[in-house]
Structure formats: structure tokens, C-alpha cells
């Protein structure tokens, strides 16, 4: 592609490239995104068409549909958008980061933590006490976070490389995954049969409450996310030629590996650990921008449709209710597969 | 991965390094042996090993107390220090051969799928035909293992056997939790399934029944042959496949060997305990820090590490939480991991 094709903007200080390409997918993705949102919301133990619900989530629409539509079904649809863009943003920022098409932030132990700890609080007693008052969420939120520090503190050594990180984050999710199998294995099967429902991620009953809380949680992170993203661009290229450009690229990585815990470590606390999403979507979004990198606000959007569309399908196809996180590991499978027939193929070319 | 010269040219003083080796090798043998006896006296009810002589040989009579003994040691003690050697052995054999066929340091049996296949196969055997008795849900484990070691091996060896280390954990990582989301799938649909999984997922070689431990010995023994006829090839395959080729060597065999002695070990090994991860990587690289490159050394060491260290993490898994018991997938789980991580801090897998 000539340079002629993509001429430059400048508005003061910021310039950037106009990409019609990318702006329409992104377009075309957010449209696309708002429909499935709607027909997720129609679909139910009764079907409302289309246009009813249109006009409700506008305000306009009728008494009877006002009730189902906002107080049951609109909760779980948010929570699914939410989550899903906090996933796919979540993972393009591992995979910008560590400079890989496999890393998914389940790699920095947020998910094993949260895990640990939630099946912890489910299948032991005193737990209880714990999940009244601070509620499971919150909790599985705390332990996503310090397991995901105590990676990066133990992947620290001179700074951080994404080769590392990673390595770390497996040893130290394979203790987590360790300790939960042994808390299962102690536990009264009724509990077990609970935790193991929360642990494929599900978005089952959810309340406006938790719509806020994620929401805003999120919103903050994605915007010190753009704000700090423009920097991360020259990082693809290594940290050398990055530091020449100016990045300073420990500080910026640092922020953002923060971001992507977080992201994720929110996404867990309000649904579960949703299995690929951060997999994914941000390589799917790359190859349909036909982008170098994955690109984040993209990769949000698709991480919401994939999650939306794949609870839909969860619940309109599958039988006996199954959890989203199935139908997302059924996606999630065989496109990993080619992603790794695909990089193999590179290399012995 | 680096390959080390030491051990493979022959220094002025030629026959030390064999020496050392082969002490080394009886010294392993003995404390093996220590550690299977420490696994008969130690448990939730300590024995003296007098006891243990007695309660194995002796005629109980009708002595009430050491009735109790025999029963103890001839029914839980023995076959389970029986199958963790078995089991410890083949995982320790399967992970070196492993290494040696993908070239990559970080390939491990446990690590890179074959658990979670097994687990997935015992999910459908339990909940779609009614299993419930070890012996029969074994053999859907082994299939499931031995399909998932296949896709992994496969996989990581698309690229000429020169697979990128990292991309082969994540593979392993993404496999592990696909296969770990679909049988909850099935788990959560049928809550017997769900019982059955949780106590397999564990990882132990306790209450295993004698039937289970002679198959998996006869598995994990055919394995074993194939795997000791198969090192002389693995270090010719280790000097590239185009100088392998060269020296007369039938890459595409040796390959083959190598896949089936290593599936038929891990997959014995998994069927009879459940998933142990880490085992394997972890003595590999014990043993080729012990011995050097040479795989024909590396094999038995690592074996033997094997048994020694599942048999002493499952006696350790006895102590901790008396009287209850860590299951010794757990206990390696838990040994294993903060080892990797400190190989991943020396530097140990960064490709050449």
C-alpha cells in the first residue's frame, strides 16, 4: 500500500494516518454489534420483535415490554457487552505486549486466582461469611489481582519481557489450577457442582448493580488505555528501536500490562472466566483490518459481539441452558488450532 | 536449546564419565529404594519397619493387631507404592523422550494437554455410558490422553520439530482449556460424572486396585522398550534431521517409535493416576544436568528420578495435612511449578 492512498491528518498536536478501510470495519463492526445486542434481548422465554425493542432501549417503548426488556433481560445483554469488550481489549494489549499471537491475559493468572479463590469461598464454609459481606465477585476480583501481581513481581528481572511473563504466568496458574482441583476434591458435591458453574463463566442473572459497577470500572480503564496506547505502536518493532523513538517503554508497558489485568481481572469478577474471548477476538479483528498489531477499540467490539452472540447461542440452541463459556471454547478450539497450524507453517517456510 | 559438548567427545581419561554415570545409576537405584520403603512405613498411621517385615512376610495368626498391619501394607501401602514408581518411572521417561523428539525444553506430557484429553475421555465414558469401576473408565482415559499427546505432538512438530518453546505452552495452555471447558460441559449436566471427575482430576495413586496397576505396568513396560531401543536415535535426531539422514538413520521410524513409546507411557501413567503435570519436565532436566546430552544416559536417569520423586511427593502429600492427604498430583503440581519458574529465571528456554 502507497502512502498516497492514506493521506496524513494533523490537528495541532496530534497527527495520525486516515485509514477509510479501518474505519469502516470498525463501523460496520460496532452496527453489527448493536444488532446482535438487540436480537439478544428479543430472544427470551417469548420472542419481542425487533422494532418493540428498538423503541424501548430509545424510551419509547410500551409499559408491558418496558418491564421485561429493562429489568430482566437488558442487565444480562450489558454485562455481556461489557465484559466482552473489556476481554477483547484485555487481550490485544497481552498480545501487544508479550508480542504474541497466543498470550491471553488467562496467562497472567488473573483467571486461576479468581478461580482459586472463588471455588475457595463456594466449597468452604467459612467462606460464607466472606461472600455475604463482600460478595463473590469483589473477592474472586481481589485474588485475580494479587496472583496476577504476584506474576509480575516474579517475572521481574531488569525489567519486564513478555517471553518471561509468560513462562511465569503458566507455572503460577498451574499452582492455582493445582489448588483448586484439590479444593474441589475436598468439598460437598452440592458446592462443587456451584463453583464448577462459576469456573466455565456464565451470565446468568444478573442485576443493574453489577451493570454499573463494571461499566464504570471499565469505561475509566479504557480511556487511560487510548490515552496511553499511541506509544505502544513503536513498541512492535522491539524495545531498542522503541526507546530511540522516544517511548519510554518499561513505564508504558508497565501501565499497560496494569490496564489489561484490571480489564480482565473485571471481566472475571462479573461473569467468570469466559474462556478465548481475549483469544480471539483481537486476531480475528487484526486479520479484518488487515492491521500489523491488534487494534484495541476494534478488538473491544468484536470481543462484544463474540461474547453476546455466543450467549445467544448458548441460549437459543444448546440445550439445558449451558453456560456461555462452552459455546465460546467451541469457537475458541479450533480457531486456536489454526492459529498454531498457521505459525508452524511460517516458521518452516 | 543449548547443546552441551561435555559427555559426548571422549576426554583423555576416557572411561570416567561412564564410571560416574553408572554410579550415579546405582546410586538412584538406592535411593529409590529408600523411598519405597520411607512409603511403606509412613502414613496415616505410622509403622516401624519391623512392622512392615512382619505385617508383609509374617504370619498374622490371630494376633488382632497384626492382622490390622498386613491388612494396612498388603492392601494400600504396597500397591500404591507399586504404581507411583510405575507411574513416576514412565512419566520420567516419557517427558525426557519428549524433549528429545520436539527439540524443546519446555515440552512436557502433563503440561501440554494430555491430562485434560484424559480427563475429557473419562468425562464421556462416566456420563455417557454409566461407567463407574477404574479398570474400564482406564482404558477411555488412555485413548483420551493418547489423542490429545498425539495432537499436541503433532502440532509442535509441524515446523520441521523446531517449534517455538513459548508457542508450544500456550498451545498446551489453549488445548488444556478447551478440553477443561467442554467436560464441564458434561460434568455440570450429570452430578455422578462431576464426582467421579473431581476426585480423578486430583491426581493420586492411592486406592488403586491391583487389576489397574498390572495393566498399566504392562503398558508402561512395552513403552519402556520402545523408548531405550529408540535413544541411540534420538541423538543422531538431535544433530539435525539432514545429518541424522545422512548417517543412514530412518528419521520418519524413529520418529514413530518415539511418538508411540511416549504415548503409550504417559497415557498408562495418566489412566491409572489422573493428570500429574510437571513430573516429567522437571526431571528431564534434572537428569540432563546429571548426565549431559546424551539421551541413553539422560533416559534412565530421568526414569528413575521419576519414580523417586512421585513416590517421595506422595509421601510428603501423606504429612502435610494429616490425617488427610495431599494428593500427589497436587504435591508435584506444587513442587514442580516454582521449579519451572526458576528454570524460566536462569535462562533455561530460550531458543538458540
Same mark, same amino acid.
Given at each position: 500500500m502507497s502512502t498516497q492512498m492514506h493521506p496524513g491528518v494533523r490537528v495541532g498536536n496530534w497527527s495520525w494516518v486516515w485509514r477509510p478501510w479501518i474505519v469502516l470495519v470498525t463501523a460496520v463492526l460496532a452496527a453489527l454489534t448493536f444488532l446482535v445486542f438487540c436480537v439478544s434481548i428479543s430472544v427470551g422465554d417469548f420472542i419481542i420483535d425487533l422494532p418493540a425493542v428498538i423503541r424501548t432501549i430509545f424510551g419509547q417503548g410500551e409499559r408491558v415490554d418496558e418491564f421485561v426488556i429493562m429489568d430482566l433481560r437488558m442487565p444480562r445483554a450489558l454485562v455481556g457487552l461489557i465484559v466482552g469488550a473489556a476481554l477483547g481489549i484485555s487481550g490485544a494489549l497481552t498480545q501487544s505486549i508479550a508480542r504474541n499471537p497466543l498470550a491471553s491475559p488467562d496467562v497472567l493468572g488473573i483467571t486461576g486466582g479468581a478461580s482459586a479463590t472463588a471455588v475457595f469461598l463456594v466449597t468452604v464454609t467459612s467462606g460464607a461469611v466472606v461472600t455475604s459481606t463482600v460478595g463473590l465477585p469483589a473477592a474472586a476480583l481481589t485474588g485475580g489481582l494479587l496472583t496476577g501481581l504476584l506474576v509480575y513481581f516474579l517475572a521481574w528481572r531488569r525489567g519486564i519481557d513478555g517471553f518471561r511473563l509468560i513462562l511465569i504466568g503458566i507455572a503460577v496458574n498451574a499452582v492455582m489450577q493445582a489448588l483448586t482441583t484439590w479444593l474441589l476434591a475436598l468439598a460437598d458435591i452440592r458446592d462443587v457442582a456451584r463453583a464448577q458453574a462459576w469456573l466455565v463463566g456464565s451470565l446468568d442473572s444478573r442485576s443493574w448493580t453489577e451493570v454499573w459497577t463494571t461499566l464504570w470500572v471499565t469505561l475509566a480503564l479504557i480511556v487511560i488505555v487510548l490515552v496511553t496506547a499511541f506509544q505502544l505502536q513503536p513498541m512492535h518493532f522491539g524495545d531498542d528501536v522503541a526507546a530511540g523513538l522516544g517511548v519510554r517503554y518499561s513505564a508504558v508497558r508497565a501501565v499497560l500490562l496494569l490496564c489489561a489485568v484490571l480489564l480482565a481481572g473485571v471481566a472475571v469478577s462479573a461473569a467468570g472466566p469466559v474462556p478465548f474471548v481475549a483469544l480471539v477476538a483481537p486476531q480475528i479483528t487484526m486479520r479484518l483490518l488487515r492491521t500489523p498489531v491488534p487494534p484495541l477499540i476494534a478488538s473491544g467490539l468484536f470481543g462484544a459481539l463474540l461474547l453476546i452472540g455466543s450467549d445467544l447461542i448458548a441460549r437459543s440452541v444448546l440445550p439445558n441452558d449451558l453456560p456461555v463459556g462452552v459455546v465460546t471454547a467451541i469457537i475458541g478450539g479450533p480457531f486456536l488450532v489454526y492459529l498454531l497450524v498457521r505459525a508452524n507453517v511460517k516458521r518452516a517456510a | 536449546m543449548v547443546v552441551e559438548q561435555r559427555g559426548l567427545e571422549p576426554g583423555p581419561n576416557e572411561a570416567s564419565p561412564h564410571r560416574r554415570r553408572r554410579a550415579g545409576l546405582v546410586a538412584l537405584v538406592v535411593l529409590l529404594a529408600a523411598a519405597a520403603v520411607l512409603s511403606l512405613v509412613v502414613g496415616a498411621r505410622s509403622l516401624t519397619p519391623a512392622e512392615v517385615w512382619q505385617g508383609l512376610f509374617g504370619d498374622p495368626g490371630t494376633d488382632q493387631r497384626l492382622t490390622e498391619i498386613a491388612l494396612i501394607v498388603q492392601t494400600l501401602r504396597v500397591p500404591r507404592t507399586v504404581l507411583a514408581i510405575v507411574a513416576g518411572l514412565a512419566l520420567g521417561v516419557a517427558g525426557a523422550l519428549i524433549q528429545g523428539h520436539t527439540r524443546n525444553p519446555i515440552a512436557d506430557t502433563g503440561l501440554?494437554?494430555?491430562?485434560?484429553?484424559?480427563?475429557?475421555?473419562?468425562?464421556?465414558?462416566?456420563?455417557?455410558?454409566?461407567?463407574? /469401576?477404574?479398570?474400564?473408565?482406564?482404558?477411555?482415559?488412555?485413548?483420551?490422553?493418547?489423542?490429545?499427546?498425539?495432537?499436541?505432538?503433532?502440532?509442535?512438530?509441524?515446523?520441521?520439530?523446531?517449534?517455538?518453546?513459548?508457542?508450544?505452552?500456550?498451545?498446551?495452555q489453549g488445548v488444556t482449556v478447551f478440553l477443561a471447558a467442554m467436560t464441564?460441559?458434561?460434568?455440570?449436566?450429570?452430578?455422578?460424572?462431576? /464426582?467421579?471427575?473431581?476426585?480423578?482430576?486430583?491426581?493420586?495413586?492411592?486406592?488403586?486396585?491391583?487389576?489397574?496397576?498390572?495393566?498399566?505396568?504392562?503398558?508402561?513396560?512395552?513403552?519402556?522398550?520402545?523408548?531405550?531401543?529408540?535413544?541411540p536415535t534420538i541423538?543422531?535426531?538431535?544433530?539435525? /534431521?539432514?545429518?541424522?539422514?545422512?548417517?543412514?538413520?530412518?528419521?520418519?521410524?524413529?520418529r514413530t517409535i518415539g511418538v508411540v513409546a511416549v504415548t503409550l507411557l504417559a497415557g498408562a501413567a495418566t489412566a491409572a493416576c489422573g493428570p500429574i503435570a510437571f513430573l516429567g519436565l522437571m526431571v528431564a532436566h534434572i537428569a540432563r544436568w546429571l548426565t549431559g546430552p546424551d539421551y541413553r544416559w539422560l533416559v534412565p536417569y530421568a526414569g528413575l528420578l521419576g519414580a523417586g520423586v512421585l513416590l517421595v511427593g506422595d509421601i510428603a502429600g501423606r504429612l502435610v495435612v494429616r490425617p488427610a492427604e495431599l494428593q500427589a498430583g497436587i504435591v508435584i503440581a506444587i513442587i514442580g511449578a516454582p521449579f519451572f519458574a526458576a528454570l524460566v529465571w536462569l535462562g533455561k528456554f530460550r531458543q538458540a
Open positions: - | 501440554l494437554g494430555v491430562n485434560s484429553g484424559a480427563s475429557f475421555a473419562v468425562v464421556l465414558a462416566v456420563s455417557l455410558l454409566g461407567l463407574q /469401576d477404574p479398570i474400564l473408565y482406564m482404558w477411555f482415559a488412555f485413548v483420551g490422553a493418547a489423542g490429545a499427546g498425539v495432537v499436541v505432538f503433532g502440532l509442535s512438530s509441524l515446523g520441521r520439530g523446531a517449534g517455538n518453546p513459548l508457542t508450544l505452552a500456550l498451545a498446551g464441564t460441559a458434561v460434568a455440570l449436566s450429570d452430578k455422578q460424572t462431576l /464426582d467421579v471427575l473431581r476426585y480423578w482430576n486430583a491426581g493420586s495413586v492411592q486406592g488403586v486396585g491391583w487389576d489397574v496397576i498390572v495393566v498399566t505396568a504392562i503398558f508402561a513396560a512395552v513403552g519402556l522398550v520402545l523408548a531405550l531401543l529408540n535413544l541423538n543422531l535426531l538431535n544433530l539435525g /534431521d539432514d545429518v541424522a539422514r545422512g548417517l543412514g538413520v530412518n528419521i520418519a521410524a524413529g
